[in-house]
């Protein structure tokens, strides 16, 4: 029985088969196997998140366009690296990832759920704040960016739990000896 | 304060160890852990974290192990440490 492997695309989780398994199979030695840069590559995360969300406050349009601009692209590009650091498992379907994989990406989910709210918690005060003490008017251009930025924050979050939990890999190596 | 935020946020159960004996049992064989994963359907790291017991594996994980190792489950597998010199710490 011939068993051909098509490169599935998971529309709900946004990955490809290929993409994962790759991912989930990569031996090569990289700089974010290691637990303590995969935090920074977090942390550094929240730092372009935080600051896409805040970009309302800057008063003059030009800037804040090429600011929101350079964040968002800024943003994706960490999405991509921290979704490779913890090798997809974030957003991998149930039928790529072993009991494990899967026990530990619903772990993460729970995590970031949690944090979700903290986030949303946060952007309403913000907001509050923003539109009733400093003025600021928040419609158009200026909510749609903390639109996105909350998308972001979606996107990124079990990923960034996992980065956050996940060991280092450097024991790791020898598992597939 | 960031560690009880740290605490709230990340808290979990800590689970009973397992002890088991698949690194002796799969070195007597002569088996890699990748033939091994292979062969029960994981992946090769989560053999890593079940010889190293930082994973306890399900019944269904476990009864698969044991018959690829071709072992009693209960000898490969136990909630009490195994005597010294078979043990896989």
Do not use: W
């Given at each position: 029985m011939s068993e051909k492997k098509e490169n599935k695309f998971y529309w709900s989780e946004g990955v490809s088969r290929n993409e994962v398994v790759s991912c989930l199979n990569d031996r090569k030695p990289s700089y974010f196997r290691n637990q303590q840069n995969r935090r920074k590559l977090m942390?550094?995360?929240?730092?372009?998140?935080?600051?896409?969300?805040?970009?309302?406050?800057?008063?003059?349009?030009?800037?804040?366009?090429?600011?929101?601009?350079?964040?968002?692209?800024?943003?994706?590009?960490?999405?991509?690296?921290?979704?490779?650091?913890?090798?997809?498992?974030?957003?991998?379907?149930?039928?790529?990832?072993?009991?494990?994989?899967?026990?530990?990406?619903?772990?993460?989910?729970?995590?970031?759920?949690?944090?979700?709210?903290?986030?949303?918690?946060?952007?309403?005060?913000?907001y509050i704040f923003a539109s009733e003490v400093l003025q600021t008017e928040l419609r158009g251009s200026n909510f749609t960016q903390v639109l996105i930025a909350m998308c972001m924050w979606v996107a990124c979050l079990p990923s960034m739990a996992l980065a956050w939990h996940l060991p280092s890999e450097t024991l790791d190596l020898e598992d597939s000896k | 304060m960031l560690c009880s935020i740290y605490t709230i946020f990340m808290s979990r159960n800590e689970e009973i160890p397992v002890y088991n004996r698949i690194a002796q049992r799969r070195e007597f064989l002569g088996m890699s852990r990748q033939a091994l994963a292979e062969s029960v359907g994981v992946h090769y790291q989560t053999i890593g974290y079940l010889e190293r017991g930082e994973y306890s594996p399900s019944l269904v994980l476990a009864l698969r192990i044991s018959q690829v190792l071709d072992m009693d489950v209960q000898s490969l597998f136990s909630i009490k440490p195994f005597p010294k010199g078979s043990s896989n710490e």
């Open positions: 942390l550094f995360t929240v730092v372009c998140l935080v600051a896409m969300s805040s970009t309302v406050l800057v008063p003059h349009p030009k800037l804040k366009s090429y600011l929101d601009f350079v964040l968002l692209a800024a943003s994706l590009v960490l999405y991509f690296q921290i979704r490779k650091s913890v090798r997809s498992v974030a957003d991998a379907p149930d039928e790529l990832l072993d009991e494990r994989q899967i026990g530990i990406r619903n772990s993460a989910y729970l995590v970031a759920y949690r944090c979700l709210a903290g986030v949303f918690m946060v952007h309403t005060i913000a | -």
